[in-house]
């Protein structure tokens, strides 16, 4: 849990760095890739968390520009990355700027619960990460592949010097 602005502000932007990660592996023609028939596409999902997160910063009292367009999808991989960059790293001074460390400890209703804005900060981060894991499996059906997120694709085990990959 975050104790101050500044320990959240690190966890954040090592999450947005590997998120970016992510989507800069992404091409034009990945972004049509579903879940299933009917489901979701690649890039709703990516767009999704993307223009998320000044729409829940503001939910929860941070002044922040939301995102124009959120309805219309772009059709480029690139432009859903340099969103991402922009809002990720806009987000971090906004907070910086607005929250002190005193206001992670204020409780707030979330989701019908009563909670600190530190674990409203994480649920952010959390819903990243949720959807993240997502794309990472889009991008295989895809036939990309994949940022190691947390660990090496299996492509890269052998580079380092496994044969049999961990499951
Ligand atoms: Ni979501």
Request: glycine share 6%; net charge negative; proline share 5%.
């Amino acid at each position: 849990m975050y104790i101050t602005i500044s320990d959240f502000i690190k966890e954040w932007n090592k999450e947005a760095l590997l998120t970016q990660k992510v989507l800069d592996g992404l091409t034009d023609d990945s972004l049509a890739q579903q879940v299933y028939p009917e489901g979701r596409t690649l890039g709703r999902i990516a767009w999704h968390f993307t223009t998320n997160i000044p729409d829940y910063l503001t939910h929860f009292g941070l002044k922040i520009d939301k995102i124009e367009n959120t309805e219309n999808v772009p059709s480029s991989a690139q432009e859903i990355a340099i969103t991402f960059k922009n809002v990720s790293s806009h987000a971090a001074k906004i907070i910086e700027q607005q929250w002190t460390d005193e206001s992670l400890e204020q409780i707030q209703e979330a989701f019908g619960r009563q909670e600190s804005n530190a674990t409203i900060l994480m649920g952010l981060i959390k819903h990243i990460i949720h959807h993240r894991g997502q794309i990472t499996i889009l991008m295989r059906q895809a036939g990309i592949k994949p940022f190691g997120v947390y660990g090496p694709p299996k492509e890269d085990w052998v580079h380092l010097g496994v044969e049999n990959p961990p499951l």
